[in-house]
T-cell receptor
Framework: NAGVTQTPKFQVLKTGQSMTLQCAQD?????MSWYRQDPGMGLRLIHY???????DQGEVPNGYNVSRSTTEDFPLRLLSAAPSQTSVYFC??????????????FGPGTRLTVL | EDQVTQSPEALRLQEGESSSLNCSYT??????LFWYRQDPGKGPEFLFT???AGEEKEKERLKATLTKKESFLHITAPKPEDSATYLC??????????FGKGTKLTVNP
């Protein structure tokens, strides 16, 4: 199993550009989520999904869109990049069921810089 | 609002010097408390889930305990490879996890 994979590993954007961060998992997990990690802020939830076709907002959703057309994939779209979106982005998946949501498998992260 | 506070922010130990990391939490209806380990440049790696006060979990040199207000991660006779940032997270009545800012542990040989 590859686990959770994310592409790209690094990305530099200019203000106003759009892009999609890719996330895929091969563990047949129902739950998937996107976090950003900033120095001194800890991990913050952007969007999450409890199954194909179902998504919801987390703590910091503004400026980001998601969709979940398959169990495996959960892309994160930046609509119009801003310097405040400079961060490290992590995708995670977890099995459904009691306690499953918290036992998350994280990808290696995408380091994004917006100039 | 659910909150998680971890202390200390950083901890430096000598190899073999046991210690504890603290995670204090405020949550409405605790559904689970989770510990993760994060190495530099990598995603967090799940360690433990605790559900109720009095519960304990162990893995190698790590032992996690839970009370009604805090959790401790005890590290017994640590080795340099235990150096990492340790994250605590809680899930309450709200579905999403709330993470603490982490404790950066350095174990010197």
């Amino acid at each position: 199993n590859a686990g959770v994979t994310q592409t790209p590993k690094f990305q530099v954007l200019k203000t106003g550009q759009s892009m999609t961060l890719q996330c895929a998992q091969d563990m047949n997990h129902e739950y998937m989520s996107w976090y950003r990690q900033d120095p001194g802020m800890g991990l913050r939830l952007i969007h999450y999904s409890v199954g194909a076709g179902i998504t919801d907002q987390g703590e910091v959703p503004n400026g980001y869109n998601v969709s979940r057309s398959t169990t495996e994939d959960f892309p994160l779209r930046l609509l119009s990049a801003a310097p405040s979106q400079t961060s490290v982005y992590f995708c995670a998946s977890s099995p459904s069921g009691t306690g499953g949501w918290g036992e998350q498998f994280f990808g290696p992260g995408t380091r994004l810089t917006v100039l | 609002e659910d909150q998680v506070t971890q202390s200390p922010e950083a901890l430096r130990l000598q190899e073999g010097e046991s210690s504890s990391l603290n995670c204090s939490y405020t949550v409405s209806g605790l559904r689970g408390l989770f510990w993760y380990r994060q190495d530099p440049g990598k995603g967090p790696e799940f360690l433990f889930t605790l559900y109720s006060a009095g519960e304990e979990k162990e893995k190698e040199r790590l032992k996690a305990t839970l009370t009604k207000k805090e959790s401790f991660l005890h590290i017994t006779a640590p080795k340099p490879e235990d150096s990492a940032t340790y994250l605590c997270a809680v899930q309450g009545e709200v579905f999403e996890l709330v993470f603490g800012k982490g404790t950066k542990l350095t174990v010197n040989p």
